[in-house]
Each structure stands twice: as C-alpha cells, then as structure tokens.
C-alpha cells in the first residue's frame, strides 16, 4: 500500500522534535574533584557517599 497524501516537512519535523540527543551532565566528586556521572561512584577514588566508600581494584601491569 502507498500512502494516499505525502507527510509535510513540518508534521515529520514535529514528530521528530524528541529524538535530539541531550548533553551529558558531569558533576565534581566531593571527595576528589573529578568529574562524574551524578549518581555513580567516582571511578577515580570510589566514593560514592559519606557513609559509603567502593574499594577498587589495583590494575595490573
């Protein structure tokens, strides 16, 4: 089946107004200062919390 009527610029351009992508927002970690995605643990000291601290692993070389 073929449509009937052609969709306008503007109907598909409004439909797709959502699909934009958003910027990511980093946030400073309190404890070191590097940034982080908020909500996460640092991947630099692991804090994640003042009552709670992730141990990380030691990389081998």
Do not use: N, W
């Not at 404890?31 to 640092?42: I, S, Y």
């Amino acid at each position: 089946m073929v449509p009937v009527k052609k969709k306008s610029k503007c109907r598909t351009r409004t439909r797709r107004s959502h699909h934009a992508l958003r910027p990511v927002t980093l946030s400073p970690c309190p404890k070191c200062g590097q940034a982080k995605l908020p909500h996460t643990a640092c991947g630099v000291c692991g804090y994640v919390s003042a009552k709670l601290v992730l141990p990380l692993g030691e990389s081998e070389g």
